[in-house]
């Protein structure tokens, strides 16, 4: 008995001219060059302004050639401008040391490259007063997490982080894991003060292990937080920098981060 596949002539068929339509199409994905500011002041661990350059989707983006050092940046607080030098082997340009006059003020960066210019305006709230600071048990039995206690004036977003860390401690988070444990005072910042208690567990210390933790107690603009609320953001990287987020607070042809910052400090010993 012969079987007949009346089905497959066809589909041979529709291979066949498949193949034959076959060819590379070329697409033209559109590139605009822009500037790109991820930028800290005003923390004591805050020493270069990075400054890079947006690259084409075909090219693969790396630190090397991404970084931009022949700007012209600066810095300005009030009538007084920085000039910000680059510094070649670590591919950043200088800031200036914190300077307590930047409190309460308003700071601009301005970078100028190859015929582009981007800015970006941001607010120094007045550094908060740490009232006090705690060890308090954790739901892990036999460690503590670190409880520290702030007044601040509204209208800024308080976070803590890391400012020395000991091996002996359980701390393997990374150091820009802190921003999961910030907090949002809202409100005018010209309102009276408020106290404000932060819970820091990026670290559990039990009894005995001895000596002190150092810590920072840092403070920007309310503004900052639109970015920590983005749920595609890193919690590694404050800038996501791999395109997850769409905040940015830099105007003209850029963008990016510039986040003026107020740090205090602390000491917990570990009993």
């Known amino acids: 008995m012969r079987i007949i596949y009346r089905g497959l002539p066809l589909a041979i068929c529709l291979i066949l001219l498949l193949q034959a339509c076959e060819q590379t199409v070329d697409v033209d994905l559109p590139y605009e060059r822009a500037i790109v500011i991820n930028t800290f002041v005003g923390r004591f661990i805050d020493s270069l302004a990075w400054v890079s350059r947006t690259l084409p989707a075909t090219e693969e983006a ?4 991404a970084a931009i050092l022949d700007a012209d940046v600066a810095m300005q607080w009030r009538d007084t401008v920085y000039q910000l030098p680059p510094l070649t082997p670590k591919r950043g340009f200088v800031l200036p040391p914190p300077d307590a006059r930047w409190q309460g003020d308003s700071m601009r960066m301005i970078v100028e490259w190859q015929g582009l210019r981007a800015e970006s305006v941001a ?17 892990q039995p036999g460690y503590r997490f670190i409880r520290v206690t702030v007044r601040t004036r509204p209208g800024s977003v308080i976070w803590l982080q890391y400012l020395q860390r000991s091996e002996q401690f359980n701390t393997t988070g990374p150091p820009l ?9 809202p409100g005018n910042p010209n309102n009276p003060e408020q106290s404000l208690v932060i819970d820091f567990t990026n670290g559990y210390f039990g009894r005995g ?18 970015f920590l609320d983005e749920p595609n953001r890193s919690s590694d990287d404050p800038f996501s920098f791999g395109g997850a987020s769409s905040f940015t607070n830099v105007t003209g042809k850029g963008f990016g981060m510039f986040v003026p910052v107020v740090s205090v400090p602390i000491t917990v010993v570990i009993d």
């Open 123 to 139: 607010r120094m709230p007045i550094a908060p007063t740490v009232e006090k600071t705690e060890l308090i048990a954790s739901d």
């Open 209 to 226: 292990n001895g000596g002190t933790v150092e810590i920072l107690v840092c403070a920007a603009d309310a503004a900052y937080a639109k």
């Open 62 to 65: 790396t630190f090397a050639n």
């Open 177 to 185: 894991s802190m921003y999961e444990y910030y907090r949002v005072v």
